[in-house]
Each structure stands twice: as C-alpha cells, then as structure tokens.
C-alpha cells in the first residue's frame, strides 16, 4: 500500500520536510547526563529514527530555565555550555535527512523539585504534589528571555527549528487556563492577558532568531476540566499565533488529572484527539499537527487525505518501533511493531524517574550500547516450550541470531495468557503483541507445534541443545478454611474469561491484582452487581494512564471495590468481610471468583535436567510478573544464547 499522502513533502515556514511523519516531543528520562548535557545515548536513539525516514522529529523537553525542569534527565538549553553537546546531536540526526528540532519547556507547578513556579500558587492536580511558588511580574518577563535565548541556542546548535510547549498543564499552557491561572494583573483573567505570554515568547523568539527561524507552536485544544481551557479559545488563538509568526500548530490535549489523560491508554479511542487540530486548522492558513493516539501509518494517510490535518504526529509508535518510517513508506506494514497502549514502559517509567523502556521494544534507549543484531557463530538447536508471550519474543530472537528453534505449546493456539488477558473491554490491543510476533515467526520460517506433548520422546526426536522453559502459570488458590464448603460457586479468572463459567447476576471477586480488576469489568458488562475484595492496591502492576481508565469503567459499571478486604465468614447466600472501612455483610451473591495471582508452571524443567540438557526458565514460569518484565528477560536470553 502506497501511502502518499503521509509520505509528501511539505513546507512549514522557510522549512522543507520530506514528509509530514513527525516523531513529537517525549520525555524519556535518558541520553542526558546529570549535569544536564546530552549523550551519545539520545543521539543514537533519535538518529535511528531519523534513518529510517521520519521526516520532523522534535526532541522533547529542552528545558529554558532550571526552575522549569519537568524531570532530572531532561535536556537543558538555559546556559550556553550545553551547545556543544546539542550540535553533536543534531549533526547525527541531520545526517540521515530529518528536520531536527527542539521544543522549548519550562514545567510549571508539575515540575519534579521543590522549587516549582506557576502564574498562581494552586497546587497540581496529580502526580506532583506540593504549593508552587506565584511568579512576579519581572520574573515573567525574564522567562519570555529566557525562552528567546534557549531559542537562539538551539539555531547555533544546528537544529533545524523550535517548538514551544504550551500544552499540557505545563507552565504556558498553566497561564492559558483559568483553573490555573488566578492572577489579577495584565497576565491574567480576560483571555488577551492569559494568552499574552506565550505570543509574547513567541515574538521574542522571532525577533532573536529572526523571521526566517521556523518556530511551531503545541498547545492544547482542551484541557478535559472545569474551568480549563477549552477547545472554542484554542480555535480563538490559533489565528494570534499566526499573526505573530508561528510556522505551525501542533495541536494536542489534557493535563495531569485530567480524563483522558494526555497519553492515553488502549482504553481510549484512536486519533482521540485528531478532532482538535481540525478543528484549529479550519481558523489558520499554518499547517497542523494532528495527535492522540494515532498508531497506524493508514490511519494517519488517511488524516492528511481527508485534510483533518497537514502533519500527523505519532509518538509511542516511534518508541516502540525505530524503523516505522521505513515500513510504513515500503508498504511492510504486516511488519510494523504495535504499540499496545499499556503506557507500562514509557510514561510509568519515566514519571517513576526511571528511564523509558517499552513492553514491544527493549531495545529501547539502549540502541548505542546493542548496535545491530549479530548473527551467532554457534549456531544451535534450541526448543522453546511455551507460545506465550515471553516464548514468541525468545524465539523470535534466537531465529534472528541464526539459531535453529523448534517452538513446542500443550495448548491448541499460541498466545498463552494473553489469549484470555485480551479478552475483557478495551484489553484487545494485547492480541497484537502476539500477532505481531506469529507473523515474524512465519516471515523467519519457525514453525510452532500445538498440542504438543513435552515428553522424553519428543525431546530425543529433536535432540536440542538448549531448551527454554517459558510454560506460563497456573492460577493460585488461596487456603481459606470453609472455601470448598461455602455452598459458593468457585470459579477462576481463566474459567470466566475462556467462557467456561457463567457466573449469575451478583458476583464477588476475591483479589484485586491485574487479573481480578479487568475481570471484574469483563464480568460487569453483563449487568451483573460485581463485588472486588481487595489488598492495599488495586491492579498496581498496570500503569497510572492505563489504571485511571479502567478504575473509571468500573466506577460507571457501579463495581464494589473494598479494600485491605479479607472474608471472616462465608454464608451461602454471600460473605462477611473486615475491610478499611470496618464489617460488611455482601448478601445474596452465589458465586465467588478466585483471583489470586498464579503460580509458576514448569515441570518440563525436571526432564531437561534429567537429559543433561541446558535449560533456561522464562518468563511466568520462571515468576509470574509484567510483560515488560518478560519481554525484556525474553530479550536479554535471545542475545545471550
């Protein structure tokens, strides 16, 4: 599939870009060191991407001052001593025929020190806590400077353009709304005074760097909260922008706190946010930049075709999968990377302070230390028993590197837990991981046995020299003294989840990890009253922007949730349960489904060891966790085998 209209050229200001695919602004919490200069470690990781063919890429979170550092790792344009630095990323990233540019940040109230700034001392909303400091008025003024030289670094640095954060709850976009912004002075309460800083950073740029500097524009096109700033003064300030020089606007949404969140999980709908950008394009003659969720190259042809939008940005995409442009451009879409929409590696980890990874790609931002896969000079023949995530992401690994795998599953499809783990509301996206990599398996030419028996005849048939055990789990089931003779229905989350229990209309869940969470909402779906028994968190193993969805779903579907719950008696028409908020009586429910995590599953182990074959546990098996922690050990056996 030919996709031409993602892949024309397109100019934006005095700036020709070779297509209109932007890789946006991420923090990713690497490549910069902590006196705040940049590494070979970013520049790898962006000039990858531009190799491939991204045409813009706008590397994320210059910070302008060091009140305004959203995150320690984070690039910083405040001093002139960081150009060096910046020009030698640049460099590796122009080589390769992208635009580079970089977006100019000061982090407000949700910076993550303790010296925080904003137009009003009103606290976050989430994530970061604690009362900022209320700017003054000679202040503002030196941070429009301050904004001007970080502009006028970045063009000695090499970079082909500046973007200026104003979205996301972030200082400019804190000035932007009324529920942030309570000031009583000219930079504040009508809407020409709440807008006039950011056209005022933006004119002050233009008149440093001169006319010709292409400098965009992010803002956002609403803020999802009352009293924020919405779409209808964001299609009022677009054609402002304009007047005052913007070369374009990247059009994007939400803060911390708000619904959806600003990187939204596989909860919410593709392009969630496209509506906004065409909705600003309507007002100005600029190119704009569509956002939100967007992961298919078709989709985002699709945009620019239908003239939603002029640029289409995709973020995760880009992490998940270095070479998007590449495949997307040559029609191999059937070998792109899907970003799944977890939010686990990327935003989890980065707003933890650690660095980004990805659950899809753990090559992530260790690209400069890996270089390109090399080919084993031993090779061997190694049998993979499991199908499941962690043994697809193996095998195909060891087949890359030339070994000879042979990929053995008990069950009659491959999948493992994400057969079922896809199965409840918004949870779909999972299945792509395995598609994904049943695809890449057959373009390998690695066939997989179902319904395989691991036996001694079928190990001395394949004579292996090393075997991975990546068998999964098996569901736990707690020692509660009167469980069995509660008169109780007893099921497990894979009993309902495969269909194999049809649990009646009122319903208890005992557990509140992953599993029991997303079934509690597969099972409310059916209008039934679902109860969840809780420890002291509920799915603590799935990301903040993933969790806030889900706990939102559950609280429309009117779910229960008591928590540090444990049941005191079972009757049989119900339980008695202690939680946080004292005694509860839940009467007339019939059915009580298990969810008590799993346990490892692994008996193939024995028999390797009994043949005096070399054998690696993998995976569930090994220990049941995230898939970002098994599709990264996955990784780490593949190289090393």
């Not at 912004?181 to 807008?195: A, C, I, K, P, V």
């Not at 090779?379 to 043994?391: H, I, N, Q, R, W």
């Not at 783990?421 to 779909?428: D, F, I, L």
Request: overall charge neutral; aromatic content about 6%.
């Amino acid at each position: 599939m030919q996709l031409k209209h993602l892949f024309s050229p397109v100019r934006l200001g005095q700036m020709d870009v070779r297509n209109r695919l932007v890789m946006p602004p991420m923090s990713v919490n690497f490549g910069v060191d902590e006196q705040g200069f940049v590494t070979d470690q970013h520049a790898v990781y962006l000039a990858l991407r531009a190799k491939a063919g991204t045409g813009m890429i706008v590397m994320g979170g210059g910070t302008v001052h060091p009140d305004g550092l959203d995150l320690p790792r984070m690039p910083r344009v405040w001093d002139d001593c960081y150009i060096p630095g910046l020009r030698r990323l640049a460099t590796a990233v122009k080589r390769y025929g992208a635009r580079i540019g970089l977006q100019l940040l000061h982090g407000g109230r949700q910076a993550f020190h303790g010296r925080r700034v904003a137009p009003s001392p009103l606290p976050s909303l989430a994530v970061v806590k604690g009362v900022p400091r209320e700017l003054l008025r000679d202040e503002i003024q030196d941070l429009v400077v301050c904004h001007a030289e970080a502009a006028r670094r970045a063009r000695e640095a090499g970079f082909d353009f500046v973007e200026i954060h104003a979205a996301h709850g972030y200082l400019i976009s804190e000035f932007l709304a009324p529920n942030a912004n309570r000031r009583t002075d000219d930079y504040g309460g009508s809407f020409e005074n709440r807008t006039r800083f950011l056209l005022e950073i933006l004119s002050a740029i233009k008149r440093r760097c001169g006319g010709d500097y292409p400098v965009g524009v992010r803002y956002n096109g609403e803020d999802y909260l009352d009293d924020g700033w919405h779409l209808d003064e964001a299609v009022r300030l677009g054609p402002l922008l304009e007047a005052a020089g913007a070369d374009w606007l990247h059009v994007s949404a939400g803060v911390y706190g708000s619904l959806p969140v600003t990187i939204p999980s596989m909860y919410v709908p593709y392009g969630c946010f496209v509506h906004l950008a065409e909705a600003v394009k309507k007002a100005v003659s600029i190119p704009v930049i569509a956002v939100g969720r967007i992961k298919d190259p078709v989709m985002a042809d699709r945009l620019i075709a239908e003239g939603r939008a002029d640029l289409v940005a995709m973020g995760r995409p880009h992490l998940v999968d270095p070479e998007l442009a590449a495949k997307a451009s040559e029609g191999r879409l059937n070998e792109l990377r899907p970003c799944i929409g977890c939010c686990r590696g990327c935003i989890q980890s980065v707003l933890a302070l650690s660095e980004a990874t990805c659950v899809m790609n753990p090559e992530l931002g260790r690209e400069y230390r890996l270089g390109p896969l090399q080919q084993t000079d031993h090779p061997k023949t190694v049998l993979v028993v499991g199908a499941g995530p962690a043994g697809l992401a193996c095998t195909r690994l060891l087949a890359l590197r030339g070994h000879r795998v042979v990929l053995a599953e008990t069950q009659n499809q491959p999948g493992g837990a994400l057969i079922l783990a896809s199965k409840p509301p918004g949870r779909a996206e999972l299945w792509e991981m395995i598609e994904y990599h049943l695809a890449e398996l057959e373009r390998l030419g690695v066939a997989i046995r179902l319904h395989a028996a691991v036996d001694e005849s079928l190990v001395r048939e394949l004579k292996p020299d090393v075997a991975v055990v990546a068998s999964g789990a098996n569901p736990r089931m707690p020692q509660l003294e009167g469980l069995f003779e509660s008169g109780l229905e007893l099921s497990t989350v894979p009993d309902v989840l495969s269909g194999g229990v049809v649990p009646g209309s009122r319903v208890v869940v005992l557990g509140s990890d992953q599993a029991a969470m997303v079934t509690a909402d597969f099972l409310a779906q059916g209008r039934r009253q679902v109860a969840v028994l809780g420890g002291d968190h509920f799915a603590p193993e799935l990301a903040p922007n993933d969790r806030t969805s889900l706990r939102q779903r559950l609280s429309d579907a009117g779910v229960q949730l008591f928590k540090r719950a444990s049941i005191r008696e079972f009757r049989s028409d119900g339980v008695v349960i202690d939680h946080q908020g004292g005694r509860h009586t839940l009467t007339g429910f019939s059915d009580l489904v298990i969810a008590d995590g799993f346990r490892p599953e692994r008996s193939t182990v024995d028999l390797f060891r009994k043949l005096g074959i070399e054998v690696h546990v993998l995976g569930d098996a090994k220990s049941p966790r995230t898939l970002l922690e098994t599709t990264a050990e996955a990784d780490e056996l593949g190289r090393a085998l």
